[in-house]
């Protein structure tokens, strides 16, 4: 438990009632209590539906008015016409918290948006703070609580996701998330609130945000550059463009405005805009296994040219560049090489590793530039067999960040040798490597700045 | 073997000469002659090595002048400054192509630069054709043939690279290569050679080209307009910034021009740049595995609102719209939705699959799709575990293309299932998905056009 935040009765509730909770279970029932039981939550959860009798058992009160006083969050799956009655009732019993997980409201019809209304209504006359509607809600997999209806992985991962919608809870490729909001329509709990709470939240280091639409800009950029400058904020803006936007109308009642105010507020916030999913993988990988940076002198080490000229137009694309290596540098490695090649950054040994053992040479060769000082990062290019000669020498320098441009067509190989010697900081291409470490270099020089 | 081509002689010589092969065997040897028995290589091989002997159980010549007559093709891997007379000597003992793997020419320093243009004269004045210097030579997994020092994996790949640089014979991220072809410093044998040589193997059906720099642009353009039609050519263009243009003179020796002279002749020449590494294999997968398609219209089924949203964008970033769904098609699944929700493109089925069985309704809903005339390609959103579902509805109806953005942190896992039922066809975000559909999209409509 974190200091005193409201959000703290949604993510670590003491007791919980299961408002509308199916009376089906197992495979496909999309029951959250069963959902609950496998999460191994130990608070009390208090199911409640009009037929009573026992679920998974536990006792089913048959109406909210039974329930007993001082329950922490209600969870509201009900037919959406009731929600608001219900609500009231939960606010009635003293339940600080309501978590609703009924759609139909703004994003759908008119009657939807009578019955949001009504929600808004109870909502700030009652004191009661609601998350949602059409919200899958929470998912805190340290706190061992979830309120989702699908089964979800459970990984203790440091990373949140904040979003305008369910379906991201179970990752994103190579970024798997310990905590997660589902915002749903935003009626009360937005973005600021849940930016806020993960501040102090040492489980938490990175903040993932899915954006349709804000509400209150100017909160939202005072409580990003705050909140920014201890932890990375990476936010990605759903309905950019024209069939997006239309759709995003639909899906939480949002109206999505144009990109380049949103790409402007973001600059604004300091948080850093991506714009194709599979980059918050990267950033992730390489922001939790790589030790802090500020430089962008980059040395490559490779056994192909023509590998080590990709990544020098991928670097220069994203503001790094080749190391000037030191004079001592050169001097250590020269002997290995042929008399006529230039000795220099990048370094590329294949016909060096062929007369004099390859992995020794890598290893030499390696080692020499985490030993320079001009070099701020270095970029290992190399096959899967000479993953664990890296991973040997990346040890000893633990101080300096070493990324892995791994060669070769077999991603499950690569992806087995990696695992095998622990290494994360790893990617298809180097233009996908320097892209996520523009990011993290970006978070490391602003929080220089601002501590 | 094909039609005749004087790089048949380079890709399936019947016989072929080692010169200066390595007395070394075994594990980090680099021995050509190993690699070629390894490789499968069924013609004659005649090892040469001035110290005689035996190598591996085949007779070592210590000379050229000792060779028989009759032999196809050298491949040079003495000492830099001998290679010119070992050319010569292969040139009079009949041998029509020569290989030199040797270094240090062009790329390196003055006197290379002298040793290549003696090698140049003797190309011209004796009509041996010359691959390199400076080359790893030729991969040809089909042929079971391989001038690579370098062990290489050996794939029935249909796909064909042509490189200034062997250290892509390996492969990029799901893009492995059947055949290979390394230009080295290009100083005979250059691209127009090795794309007219895949024009007419049925082997190949996609064509990768590293470039550093182009000599003849006019014959280049030609020759790719022709063999583009009927096979897509995917261009990467190294050297494009100031760090990788100066590194790609000290690697092949080339002068790397700026990069919209190239992009501009690329256009011309009808062939796909691509400018990142990971993109290659984006559009193997895609290319190799989904039915042809030319038309831009996408439905896109999903459980998550947020999911088509992003899938939108991305599809309009590359020039797809999502499909307007026939009536007919919306009436046969409506009955699953809830009443107040619009059922139209994309179609999240999240809600509908909670009430109906979330398999069946995915199945309906996919199956509506495929059906659909407006629908030209479907994204399928999805867990891994949806992926045999997914699968099962594809098996029937293979003639429309069916992509997937498979959701959830665990890649092994992501692939594991997509390897069990056999999808190529999934990518790791709807931008990358849309960028490779794209290119495949264009060669299509170009291939209709020109047929």
């Known amino acids: 438990m974190q200091r005193e935040h409201f959000l703290n009765i949604f993510f670590e509730p003491k007791s919980v009632a299961l408002i509308g909770v199916s009376r089906k279970t197992g ?33 089913v009160y048959p109406k909210v008015e039974f329930l007993p006083e001082g329950i922490d969050l209600a969870v509201i799956m009900t037919r959406r016409d009731v929600v608001p009655a219900v609500l009231e009732k939960c606010a009635k019993k003293g339940m ?3 978590i609703i997980i009924t759609e139909g409201f703004s994003e759908a019809d008119p009657e939807g948006k009578f019955l949001q209304a009504r929600i808004d209504d109870t909502a700030s006359s009652r004191g009661i703070r609601v998350l949602g509607p059409n919200s899958i809600g929470i998912m805190n997999s340290f706190g061992h ?49 849940a930016i806020s709470y993960f501040e102090e939240d040492d489980d938490i280091r990175l903040i993932v945000l899915y954006v349709e639409s804000i509400k209150n800009v100017s909160e939202f950029i005072l409580i990003c550059k705050r909140v920014g400058r201890s932890k990375p904020i990476i ?19 949002s109206l999505s405005s144009r990109d380049p105010l949103y790409r402007g507020m973001f600059r604004q916030a300091k948080i850093f805009q991506i714009d194709s999913a ?10 939790l296994s790589l030790p802090p940076f500020k430089g962008n002198r980059v040395a490559v080490v490779t056994p192909t040219g023509a590998g080590a000229i990709m990544a020098l137009d991928a670097m220069e694309n994203q503001g790094f560049r080749p190391a000037e290596l030191t004079r001592k540098t050169i ?7 042929k008399p006529w090649i230039h000795v220099g950054n990048p370094l590329d040994l294949l016909s060096a590793g062929m007369a004099h053992g390859y992995k020794h040479v890598y290893s030499k060769v390696l080692e020499s530039c985490l030993r320079d000082e001009t070099v701020d990062i270095v970029l290992a290019i190399c096959g899967a067999y000479t993953v664990k000669t890296i991973k040997e020498v990346m040890k000893r320098s633990p101080q300096k ?28 291409s180097p233009d996908r490597a320097f892209s996520a470490l523009k990011v993290i270099r970006e978070h490391y020089i602003r929080r220089a700045m601002t501590n």
């Not at 599979?278 to 390489?286: C, L, P």
């Not at 001097?331 to 090489?337: T, Y």
């Open 27 to 59: 495979r496909g029932s999309f029951n959250v209590l069963e959902n609950l039981i496998r999460f191994g939550y130990e608070g009390n959860m208090y199911p409640v539906n009009p037929n009573g009798g026992e679920v998974l058992n536990f006792k």
């Open 96 to 98: 600080r918290g309501a």
């Open 145 to 193: 609580f979830s309120s989702s209806f699908v089964p979800l992985p459970q990984p203790l991962a440091p990373v949140a996701l904040i979003s305008q919608s369910g379906g991201f809870f179970e990752g994103f490729p190579d970024c798997a998330f310990g905590k997660g909001i589902d915002l749903g329509n935003t009626c009360d709990v937005d973005f600021p609130d």
């Open 235 to 253: 936010v990605i803006k759903g309905g950019r463009g024209e069939f997006g936007g239309k759709a995003s109308a639909s899906h939480t009642g």
């Open 278 to 287: 599979e980059a918050i993988g990267d950033i992730t990988r390489g922001f």
């Open 331 to 337: 001097d250590e490695i020269a002997h290995l090489f």
């Open 401 to 428: 960040p070493v990324i892995l441009w791994v060669l070769g067509a077999d991603k499950s190989l690569i992806e087995k040798r990696t695992d095998l010697y622990g290494i994360r900081s790893y990617y298809d």
